[in-house]
């Protein structure tokens, strides 16, 4: 790996991981198995490659359980940044990274989508464990790339 490859690969590691420690643990809710959450994101990946961004966006969208985990659902962003699903708050479908008011956020979504690209449609995962009013909660990010649809199909869950 190119030096400069690496570099990139450790600065994303530190900004994922270190926006998994912030994200509210939702506690109250039950977490899901690391293998649901992980087959969550597979199989909208798959959807999403064998039915385009636009067909898959009404099953993922919809009340089908495949693409829930816990609280979660799995999203769906551009290579260009730009969310193309989001079944928990659709009114991101639309709105471009580059424009959020949160630096980290930004960060955060950029390293992502060049993580994802760089996996060569591979699934990437991080894991990390927080601490929410006493107790360990344990957080996982599962993505993958759909490079036909210049897409990264994602999902943030809190897993047992």
Known sequence: MHTTAMNRTIATTIIILGTLLTTPGHAQTPPCTTAAAEQAVRVASEIVDRLG?????????????????????????????????????????????????????????????????????????????????GKKINKALYYINVPKRRVVVYGGFIVD
Not at 60 to 72: H, V
Not at 106 to 128: C, E, P, T, W
């Open 53 to 133: 961004v636009k067909a898959a966006k009404q099953t993922i969208t919809g009340q089908d359980a495949r693409f829930r985990c816990g609280i979660s659902t799995v999203k769906v962003i551009s290579h260009r940044g730009v969310w193309v699903i989001d079944p928990e708050d659709p009114t991101n479908v639309g709105t471009k990274v580059s424009t959020l008011r949160d630096g980290a956020a930004i960060n955060f979504m950029n390293s992502l989508i060049r993580q994802a690209i760089d996996k060569h449609g591979a699934l990437g995962s991080y894991f990390v464990t927080d601490t929410e009013n």
